[in-house]
């Protein structure tokens, strides 16, 4: 079984929480939907189900298309995700500096 990472354990492991977690972690590169689902650790259909509500939100965005397959990142520019990339790495370090305590101590 996978660890779950300090986000998906503070705010839940749903789709739409773990395809977030790993747009947030991995930002550097654009990826197909295909690649999002499968790192995310989501059936690409259930991907399906909630991607357009992002797209529409402005939450991601496609970045250039490869081939067929179309490339998205997180949409860096969105306040929204500005405030939630920030919420993300801070909730990943409160839970890291829990995790240290007992070694430090």
Not at 63 to 71: A, D, L
Not at 78 to 92: A, D, G, I, M
Request: proline content about 3%; aromatic content about 12%; hydrophobic content about 45%.
């Amino acid at each position: 079984m996978e660890e779950m990472s300090s986000f998906l354990e503070v705010f839940g492991d749903y789709p739409v929480n773990r395809v977030l977690d790993f747009l947030i972690t991995f930002d550097e590169f654009d990826y197909s939907m295909t690649e999002i689902a499968e790192n995310a650790g989501v059936g690409y259909s259930t991907l399906l189900l909630f991607w357009a509500k992002l797209e529409a939100k402005g939450i991601v965005l496609s970045t250039r298309k490869v081939g067929k397959s179309k490339m998205y990142k997180l949409n860096r520019e969105n306040p929204v995700v500005v405030e939630l990339v920030k919420l993300h790495w801070q909730v990943c370090q409160q839970e890291m500096q829990k995790m240290l305590k007992p070694i430090e101590a």
